[in-house]
Structure formats: structure tokens, C-alpha cells
T-cell receptor, first 109, second 115 residues
């Protein structure tokens, strides 16, 4: 079982819609959870971090964490074509950060 | 966040040669890591670069193939030794900050192509 699992997509949504990205992790000792955005040919860019159960909102982004279900999600409201990228879920176990395979999101105008 | 400079940004190398990638950070950081991202894949942790001591390698990665140095808090190198086409990848330096909450920040990456 992979440590961090994501649906690889591609996920396609129309402009203005809500994009929902999901991630599960296997280690119950995981402490911190992150979402990174990676544009093609670029390095990952941190967009959200979440450390406790519940929702965390930052602009159009909402991260959700459910430690009992070992589940993290990212919602992108009012999706824009500029949101088209690969979204990487990351989980820290001790000091090491492990990444999911990423979900490719395409927002169509 | 810190500015993380990697060089070279890209290179084309011949089989059997070695290449050293440098990572320089403009502020003190606690941890420095090296990741690999193969084409179309996610990030795989190679090793943690420890200041003044041997790096801590992940399963599947060995010091002879990927020697790492970290002589001070803001600089590290990764060498890819005796390269083969399977080493063609993007190599990423990442850091977390003093007083941070575990987030990693990445350099721009070094794209290696081995012929």
C-alpha cells in the first residue's frame, strides 16, 4: 500500500466550478498535511497546509482533514484556467515528507 | 520564504559520467532534502542532507550512487554518479525553515538528461 494515494486523474472541470481533489494516507502517525501545485516544467509550490481535523480556508482554497478516516481533500472554488496544474498531496511522517502521485486538473474555459 | 537556488538548471550528460548539483539557500534552514521526480511521476525522497555528517538515505538510494554534502546550514550538493539513461530526471532541493511548521519549499530543480 502506498503511503499517500491520490486519484491521478485527469480531472476536468468547467471554469467557475468547484474542483475537488482527494488524498488518503496509510500512516496514522502522520502529523502534517500539505497541498502543492505543480505547473508543467516547474517545481512544486505550497498552496495549503493543515494540521488538525476540520476545514481550513484560504481564499478560493479549502483544505479538509479527517484523521480518523485518514483522508485529506482540497476544494478549489470558482476554478480558473490558471488553476490547471498537477496537485500533489503531501504528508509528513516524523521529519520526512511523502508525496502522492498527484492529480492533474484541467479547468476548461 | 527563502530563495533556493539550484544549478545547473538543466544538463545533458553522457552515460558513465557524474554530475554535481548545487543548492544554495539565502537564509538558515533546519533541514535540507533532495528529491527526484522522474518523467510523469511524483516526488521521491532520495536523502536528507545533514550538516557536517553523512546524509540519511532512503531505501533504494545509496551513497556511492548519490553522494551528498552539506558543509554548512545553507549549502548542499548532490552528485549523480556513473549516470545511466534511467537517471534522467528532475532533481529537486528542498528546505524547511527555522521556526517553520514543517512546510517544504523547493528550488527550481535540475533537469538531467542522460544519453
Amino acid at each position: 500500500q502506498k503511503e499517500v494515494e491520490q486519484n491521478s486523474g485527469p480531472l476536468s472541470v468547467p471554469e467557475g466550478a468547484i474542483a475537488s481533489l482527494n488524498c488518503t494516507y496509510s500512516d496514522r502517525g502522520s502529523q502534517s498535511f500539505f497541498w502543492y501545485r505543480q505547473y508543467s516544467g516547474k517545481s512544486p509550490e505550497l498552496i495549503m497546509s493543515i494540521y488538525s481535523n476540520g476545514d481550513k480556508e484560504d481564499g478560493r482554497f479549502t483544505a479538509q482533514l479527517n484523521k480518523a478516516s485518514q483522508y485529506v481533500s482540497l476544494l478549489i472554488r470558482d476554478s480558473q484556467p490558471s488553476d490547471s496544474a498537477t496537485y500533489l498531496c503531501a504528508v509528513t511522517i516524523d521529519v520526512d515528507m511523502r508525496f502522492g502521485a498527484g492529480t492533474r486538473l484541467t479547468v476548461k474555459p | 520564504s527563502a530563495v533556493i537556488s539550484q544549478k545547473p538548471s538543466r544538463d545533458i550528460c553522457q552515460r558513465g559520467t557524474s554530475l554535481t548539483i548545487q543548492c544554495q539557500v539565502d537564509s538558515q534552514v533546519t533541514m535540507m532534502f533532495w528529491y527526484r521526480q522522474q518523467p510523469g511521476q511524483s516526488l521521491t525522497l532520495i536523502a536528507t542532507a545533514n550538516q557536517g555528517s553523512e546524509a540519511t538515505y532512503e531505501s533504494g538510494f545509496v551513497i556511492d550512487k548519490f553522494p551528498i554534502s552539506r558543509p554548512n546550514l545553507t549549502f548542499s550538493t548532490l552528485t549523480v554518479s556513473n549516470m545511466s539513461p534511467e537517471d534522467s530526471s528532475i532533481y529537486l532541493c528542498s528546505v524547511n525553515h527555522v521556526g517553520g511548521t514543517g512546510e517544504l519549499f523547493f528550488g527550481e530543480g535540475s533537469r538531467l538528461t542522460v544519453l
